[in-house]
């Protein structure tokens, strides 16, 4: 998996992000996410529960810094994170 790559979401248009991967520990890894004019940071422990052989459960994301405005968006951000990264 690259360090950087791009995402498109869609919320009433379209918007191309920037991810880069700036921390991956064995219990989390954290995303800084970059649009035209926000940034913020994702972290998710995906690592934590690949170590312990959870595959059941989903990943809990939470925002590491900056401001969002809408879960839905946040949402879909993660999880078009997530297929990247599973790939």
């Known amino acids: 998996m690259p360090d950087e790559f791009y995402i498109?979401?869609?919320?009433?248009?379209?918007?191309?992000?920037?991810?880069?991967?700036?921390?991956?520990?064995?219990?989390?890894e954290i995303y800084q996410v970059r649009a035209r004019n926000k940034t913020f940071a994702v972290q998710s422990d995906r690592p934590l529960l690949r170590t312990r052989g959870i595959k059941n459960q989903e990943p809990t994301w939470i925002l590491n810094a900056g401001l969002i405005s809408s879960t839905e968006v946040f949402d879909k951000i993660c999880a078009a994170i997530m297929e990247i990264v599973d790939q």
């Open 8 to 28: 498109t979401i869609s919320h009433g248009k379209a918007f191309r992000l920037k991810i880069k991967k700036i921390l991956l520990s064995d219990d989390m």
